[in-house]
């Protein structure tokens, strides 16, 4: 597990999830969304993660960063019942919880965004959005309500550049083929939502639009889990953050304890000399 030394009255202390108790949330919310305890992965002699601690609180943007490598895509996908783990527990809303598939992460209220999207160019926007759960009108598909809802969820996410939800999906940016992705997410009453890299290959305008969508989601107490490897875009939008080292979780906490330079350190060293608190690997 982690170790730490006493913090100055003049530093900023890192600390982990299991070492604070809670996400750094207020003692009348100390519950978080979800928790993971003593969570490992094995791939025959590769041991992929070990004994992750990480809450995930409501409401809040948590970055999780890492070199490649350090085992975020894994947590990510046991997150998501891609890949169950080794050992460890998984905690909803403070129950334990099993997730096998993919499709019981989504009866939780799990959403994942993955680079790729998971878009259907030849499309338009309604259509991916509804893509597998379209409502029907005696029998027949019931484009206005369809339409409607769409015009709707994409308004309350603020997204304000789509010419037109007729249009296919082929034929936006980036960063609007984001908006699409998390709009379908929202719609599907997800509580918390996973983004991997979001913003990479992506300009300057359409990545402000993507972390200001990111800003909105946690506005509207949705808890966001980002892996990401731009500093500048995890400082401006998290909450909190979580490092990844070979496998470990080496530190997590207020995005308020961390700086760039310390970032760096974690994610190249597995602990830092920056902050107040040293954290090492987990061995």
Known sequence: MESTSEASSTQHSVTTDAEAGVSGVSPSNATPLLSLRGVSKQFGAVQALRSVDLDIPNGQVTALIGDNGAGKSTLIKTISGIWAPSEGHLFWKGEEV??????????????????????????????NLYLGREETD??????????????????????????SVRQL????????????????????????????????????????????????????????????HNLIDVFSVADRVAVMYLGNLVSSGPAANY?????????????????????????
């Open 259 to 283: 700086d760039t330079a310390s970032a760096v350190e974690l994610i190249t060293t597995g602990e830092t000399s920056r902050t107040a608190t040293s954290v090492t690997s987990t061995q």
């Open 138 to 163: 005696r029998g027949l598909l019931n484009e206005i309500k369809m339409e409607l809802t769409t015009i709707q969820t994409l308004k309350d996410l603020s997204v304000s550049t789509v010419r």
């Open 169 to 228: 999906v082929g034929s936006l940016s980036g960063g609007q083929r984001q908006a699409v992705a998390v709009a379908r997410a929202v719609m599907r009453d997800s509580q918390l939502v996973i983004m991997d890299e979001p913003t990479a290959a992506l300009g300057v305008s359409q990545t402000a639009q993507v972390l200001g969508l990111i800003r909105t989601l946690a506005a509207r107490g949705i808890a966001v889990l980002v892996i990401s």
């Open 98 to 127: 099993h997730v096998h598939s993919p499709r019981d992460a989504a009866r939780l209220g799990i959403a994942t965004v993955y680079q790729d999207l998971a878009l259907c160019d030849n499309l338009d926007i309604v259509q």
